[in-house]
């Protein structure tokens, strides 16, 4: 079925230090993973994406890697700044569905 | 210039009660949703309108009423509310055929 799990629900990391939050999806059938972070008191907001053909994407310090052998999703913040932190979601959809299924979603917490 | 609003932010109310939430995107969209949030961050699709008619209807309880009255708003209307109807409500909306939606602030709704 459609699900998509996250490996850590909590995350801290000293600020300027490297992030990495992972995501597990079940449905083989996903063709695009989205990465959203919610601060609190706020809605979800996008960061990046990435479709099933590509295993890796890079934006502003942010890059998400893809492994469709073992379904895993990752998500890597560099230089971790205070702003940083928040709830980082991943979700997947696949063609034609028009939705897009959530994990549990990752606390990141960076400390001064 | 709030790109997707939602009203109220905060709605208390008694079991049994109905109560609405509006929602409105001023970014030309034709997709928009309804998303529920329980306390453990859980993120969960209920409803998506595409040009004013329901295109995903995910297992929600009928007392769950969407209304679409033009393609940049879609309430919510909530009747006989329960305990367990106490969570954040999030809109969303997005462009069709594309998955990267915007989301409002959210409504935290508490049931007493």
């Known amino acids: 079925g459609e699900s998509v799990g996250l490996h850590l629900p909590t995350l801290s990391v000293q600020e300027g230090d490297n992030s990495i939050i992972n995501c597990a999806y079940s449905n083989s059938a996903s063709d695009y993973f989205i990465w959203y972070k919610q601060e609190s008191g706020k809605g979800p907001q996008f960061i990046i994406d990435i479709r099933s053909n590509m295993d890796k994407r890079q934006g502003q310090r942010v890059t998400v890697l893809l492994n469709k052998t073992v379904k895993h999703l990752s998500l890597q913040i560099a230089a971790t700044q205070p702003g940083d932190s928040a709830v980082y979601f991943c979700?997947?959809?696949?063609?034609?569905?028009?939705?897009?299924?959530f994990g549990q979603g990752t606390r990141l917490t960076i400390n001064p | 210039d709030t790109a997707v609003s939602q009203t109220p932010k905060y709605l208390v109310t008694q079991m049994g009660n109905d109560k609405s939430i509006k929602c409105e995107q001023n970014l030309g969209h034709d997709t928009m949703y309804w998303y529920k949030q329980d306390s453990k961050k859980f993120l969960k699709i209920m409803f998506s309108?595409?040009?004013?008619?329901?295109?995903i209807n995910e297992t929600v309880p009928n007392r769950f009423s969407p209304k679409s009255p033009d393609k940049a708003h879609l309430n919510l209307h909530i009747n006989s509310l329960e305990l367990g109807d106490s969570a954040v409500y999030f809109c969303?909306?997005?462009?069709?055929?594309?998955?990267?939606?915007?989301f409002g602030p959210g409504t935290r709704l508490t049931v007493t």
């Open positions: 309108y595409n040009n004013k008619e329901l295109i």
């Open positions: 979700a997947e959809t696949f063609q034609g569905a028009q939705k897009l299924v």
């Open positions: 969303a909306s997005s462009q069709t055929h594309t998955y990267e939606q915007y």
